[in-house]
C-alpha cells in the first residue's frame, strides 16, 4: 500500500543465536545473568533455552549442558548458547518403556523423536527422555540410532559394561532386526536388495504381507543384515519403491500420516546374562 511503512522492532529477540565467550576476571553472577548480558536474551528465554538443553559449559572437566539457570560462573568457564526458537518450541511425542533390564532398557520412540540432542537442545530426545523416567536417575548411553522420522524399538544402556556389550551385538551384526514398512507400488511377494551404500556391502530381505490396490501401497516385513545409512529408505527407492512419507527419498510417496517405518522387533543375546531377548512392538503401536 502507498505510504505503509514497516519497522522491524530491534528489542524483538531473534530467532536464532549462537554464541560463547569465556568468562573472565571479575565477572560475577549466575550462567543465565551473564548470558542476558551478553547476548539481549530475556531470561525467561534462557532459563527455558537452559532446561531444554540449548547451553553449554567447557571448563577443564569436559563440555556439558547446564540446566540450572543459577548455575554460578567460573573464570575461565567457556560459556555457549545455540538458542533457536524453532527447535525449542517443538513439543515431542512421548516414549514409552517396554522393558527394563537395569543394565539397559528398552523403548518405543515414536516417529519425530530424536535418538539423542543437538547442541540445540535435547528436550526432543530420546536420551533425555529416559534420563526423566528413572528415579533416582542412571547414566544413559546410545546403543543404536533410529531415524527421526522412523518409529519403533530402541535400546538404552546405563552402564558401560552394557553399552559396550550391546554396541558390539549391533556392530558384529548380532542382533536381528525387523521392520513394519510401507512402500509405494506392488513389490514382489519376497526378494533381497544386494546394492552396496556408500562403498560398502549392503543387505535388505523383504516378505510382502499386504498390497492395498486403492492407494498402491505395499506392507512389507523388512530385516537387515547391515545397517548402513538410511538403508531401507535408500535400498527401496532405490529399486523404484520408495517409503511411505519419506521426506528424503523418492517421488509420489506422500503420506500425510508420516513415514511409514517402523522397528518392529529385536532379538539378540544378551551381553550380560548371556539369555536370549526377544523384543516386539505392542500391537497397539503397530
Known amino acids: 500500500m502507498v505510504g505503509s511503512k514497516f519497522v522491524i522492532d ?22 543465565c545473568d551473564f548470558l542476558a548480558a551478553k547476548t539481549g536474551l530475556p531470561k525467561l528465554r534462557i532459563k527455558d533455552a537452559m532446561n531444554k538443553g540449548a547451553v553449554w559449559v567447557s571448563a577443564r572437566g569436559g563440555k556439558h549442558r547446564v540446566r ?14 545455540h538458542y533457536d526458537a524453532d527447535v525449542l518450541a517443538r513439543v515431542p511425542g512421548v516414549a514409552k518403556c517396554l522393558a527394563d533390564e537395569r543394565d539397559y532398557s528398552v523403548w518405543f520412540k515414536p516417529a519425530g523423536l530424536l535418538a539423542q540432542g543437538s547442541p540445540q537442545g535435547d528436550h526432543c530426545a530420546l536420551l533425555r527422555q529416559v534420563e526423566l523416567y528413572f528415579k533416582p536417575a542412571r547414566p544413559v548411553f546410545l546403543v543404536h540410532r533410529l531415524d527421526r522420522e522412523a518409529s519403533g524399538i530402541m535400546v538404552v544402556a546405563h552402564t558401560r559394561q552394557a553399552s559396550a556389550g550391546l554396541s558390539a551385538l549391533f556392530n558384529e551384526g548380532r542382533v536381528v532386526k525387523r521392520y513394519l514398512v510401507g512402500v509405494s507400488g506392488r513389490t514382489q511377494l519376497t526378494g533381497t536388495i544386494d546394492e552396496p551404500l556408500d562403498g560398502k556391502s549392503a543387505k535388505t530381505h523383504y516378505e510382502t504381507l499386504s498390497f492395498d490396490a486403492e492407494h498402491n501401497e505395499s506392507t512389507l516385513s523388512v530385516r537387515i543384515e547391515t545397517g548402513r545409512l538410511h538403508q531401507i529408505r535408500r535400498h527401496f527407492d532405490g ?37 536370549p531377548r526377544h523384543y516386539l512392538v505392542p500391537d497397539n503401536n503397530t
Open 68 to 81: 540450572r539457570a543459577t548455575t554460578p560462573i567460573k573464570v575461565g568457564d567457556n560459556i555457549e548458547i
Open 10 to 31: 530491534s528489542t524483538l529477540p531473534p530467532a536464532k543465536l549462537d554464541y560463547q565467550a569465556v568468562v573472565e576476571l571479575g565477572t560475577l553472577g549466575s550462567v
Open 239 to 275: 529399486i523404484g519403491f520408495p517409503v511411505m512419507g519419506d521426506p528424503k527419498y523418492g517421488q509420489n510417496n506422500s503420506n500425510s500420516e508420516g513415514m511409514r517405518l517402523m522397528a518392529a522387533e529385536l532379538e539378540f543375546v544378551c551381553p550380560l546374562s548371556k539369555v
